[in-house]
């Protein structure tokens, strides 16, 4: 236990940190004494400190070292309890069941423009009545002004009550009296106070939303409250969830733009809303969820294309100024996502640096690069469970690298799987076309090939000198 001098000394190195003040019950503060005591913390009187001074110093300068933090980072966040907040149902009907998917809002007023009603309309109309069964949404109408908060209720439930009435909308609030100090607060990256104020307060609004999302579904997916959803979103994410199945990952994204369409399992949300509550006057939250998901072992960005959502609104929340971002990865009615189901991906080729089999067949914008191959080199995909093949098209090559495609080579699939060595592999192929120009594409396998299918594998024909981009592998099952 530090002694008092010591404590004085660390508030004084610190700067006077202020973070959370004692609000909440005594079983909140005892999860929060155990997270702090893994970060050499210390609670006195009515404020908390945030950090031992080299977390803090690297995270106002926008740089963590995952390596350095992450093991302490996963130690703490195994204490995941619930931010104890007693919030306001403003419109909530009990779940039945849980569902798979969980769309999250935060809204406040604006000064100019207000786009939650189209929002919220985007989702449901663009979601198929059987999507809309696994779908939960939830609204944080976080502005403390109780005036705005009551007209936004009232045009939400006269809009959406079937929605509501169904389960698919929930409407709440955290009451002002839960939210740390919001004044005074660290002005890091020279912002003006009120700037600073604004980015904090909206890191402590997602917190609370995270917090109470958590049990509600399997996953989670953030968005803004002025967003334009793509058609059958939905199905994209779970499709896109399906084919990562055994894969380990923190955060999807399904949009380039700020906090939109981040997707999350739900297990980590109460870890995430801690994270956000500890760092909330650091820095914006899409900067904090870069860190979060560093110090959970996710090294790079996973980002699919095309984007299913699009930022729409022309002002921004804080103060009405023009914010018209666009996601020029959008598409309005993506094309059909393959199915990709679960396998494992082998080559024999010689891979240059990092550009691995698997970055073929994911809809992560990555792909297999491999030295100059030759004939009989194979690149195999052997699928967990015999699959019923509709369409395949593989692509490669890039815009960038136009002659690294395939100039020789064929597509065969095949259904006798023999275990070798503790290794699976089919024993017999059969051809279904030869590669053009680069591409493949085939469809109706299912009435070509009279078997289900275990294997599929590119077979090179002849040597070429140029290397090989396999840029895409897209399958659609039956």
């Not at 297999?368 to 098209?393: Q, Y």
Request: charged share 25%; glycine share 4%; net charge neutral.
């Amino acid at each position: 236990m530090f002694k008092f001098h010591q404590v004085k000394h660390i508030f004084d190195t610190l700067d006077k940190m202020r973070c959370l003040r004692k609000r909440s019950t005594v079983s909140f503060l005892g999860v929060l004494v155990i997270f702090l005591l893994f970060m050499n913390l210390y609670i006195e009187d009515s404020y908390v400190m945030e950090g031992d001074k080299q977390l803090v110093r690297e995270t106002s300068t926008h740089q963590l070292n995952p390596e350095r933090y992450v093991h302490t980072f996963k130690d703490l966040s195994n204490f995941s309890g619930a931010i104890n907040v007693t919030y306001r149902f403003l419109a909530v009907m009990p779940l039945q069941r849980k569902r798979f998917l969980t769309i999250g809002l935060s809204s406040v007023r604006r000064k100019k423009g207000n786009y939650l009603l189209e929002t919220i309309k985007s989702i449901f109309e663009q979601s198929s009545y059987e999507e809309l069964k696994e779908i939960s949404v939830v609204v944080h109408l976080a502005d403390f002004n109780s005036s705005w908060r009551e007209v936004m209720l009232q045009d939400i439930t006269q809009k959406f009550a079937h929605h509501i009435i169904a389960g698919r909308l929930m409407v709440i609030h955290a009451p002002e009296e839960y939210y740390p100090i919001l004044s005074g607060l660290k002005r890091n990256y020279n912002d003006p106070e009120d700037r600073v104020r604004f980015r904090s307060k909206q890191n402590v609004d997602y917190a609370f939303l995270l917090n109470f999302c958590a049990n509600i579904s399997d996953y989670y997916v953030m968005l803004e409250d002025d967003v334009r959803c793509s058609k059958n979103f939905f199905t994209a994410i779970k499709k896109v969830i399906s084919s990562l199945e055994g894969t380990y990952w923190v955060t999807l994204e399904f949009s380039k733009l700020g906090y939109i369409g981040k997707l999350y399992h739900s297990h980590d949300l109460p870890r995430l809303a801690h994270f956000l509550l500890m760092f909330y006057q650091e820095m914006p939250c899409d900067w904090l969820l870069t860190h979060f998901r560093s110090l959970l072992a996710q090294k790079n960005v996973i980002r699919f294309k095309p984007s299913l959502f699009q930022h729409m609104g022309y002002y921004s929340s804080y103060k009405g100024t023009e914010n018209k971002l666009k996601d020029d990865d959008f598409e309005e009615e993506p094309f059909d996502i393959p199915d990709n189901p679960p396998a494992s991906l082998y080559t024999n080729m010689s891979v240059f640096e990092n550009y691995d089999a698997s970055k073929a067949y994911s809809s992560v914008d990555e792909y297999f690069w491999g030295k100059s191959p030759s004939t009989g080199d194979v690149f195999v995909i052997i699928f967990e469970n015999p699959i019923v093949i509709k369409r395949i098209k593989v692509n490669t090559g890039t815009e960038d690298r136009q002659n690294d495609i395939l100039h020789h080579g064929a597509l065969d699939v095949g259904g006798d799987i023999r275990y070798f060595k503790q290794n699976r592999q089919c024993v017999t192929y059969i051809r279904l076309g030869e590669f053009k120009n680069g591409n493949f594409e085939v469809s109706d396998v299912n009435q070509k090939i009279p078997f289900d299918i275990h294997c599929m594998r590119i077979y090179v024909t002849k040597t070429q000198k140029e290397w090989l981009i396999i840029r895409s592998i897209s399958i659609w099952t039956s």
